[in-house]
């Protein structure tokens, strides 16, 4: 498969038995978003719409999907971006820098599931006021 330059958005409750090229399929009720990969590999990418992951905004068909689509876990380790239904390719990382981002989304994700550090917020909020005396 050559690989994709467009994409369009199908909402979806459950995914089809058949994924077909070049269509993000979108499962709101399961916070899902499913598409072959662009790269033309074939592989099944699976994205979870959640505050720390993934997020898909419209316009009409065309999906935008936020942040980027980093496939480091197929050997096609494809990275792009789908935006406003094109698909925009991003050049290749090193190891390092994948496990860089890797690194960047657990804590993302960790931070996420945190309480808020209240304390930590009133022991900044009473340093700034003492440094206006």
């Not at 316009?59 to 406003?84: E, N, T």
């Not at 994700?109 to 909020?125: D, I, M, T, V, Y």
């Amino acid at each position: 498969m050559p690989r994709a330059e467009r994409i369009h958005l199908e909402r979806v409750e459950l995914l089809p038995a058949q994924i077909r090229e070049g269509v993000l399929y979108v499962s709101d009720k399961y916070r899902t978003a499913v598409h072959l990969c662009c790269c033309g590999c074939g592989a099944k990418v699976v994205t979870p719409l959640k505050p720390y992951a993934w997020t898909v905004t419209t316009r009409g068909d065309a999906p935008s999907l936020h942040p980027s689509i980093g496939s480091w876990s197929l050997p096609c380790k494809s990275h792009y971006w789908i935006r406003g239904g094109r698909v925009e390719w991003a050049g290749t990382m090193t190891d390092n820098e994948i496990r860089q981002v890797q690194t960047f989304d657990r804590n993302t994700q960790e931070a996420h599931f945190q309480p808020p550090q209240s304390k930590n917020l009133w022991g900044r909020f009473i340093r700034w006021l003492k440094s206006l005396w």
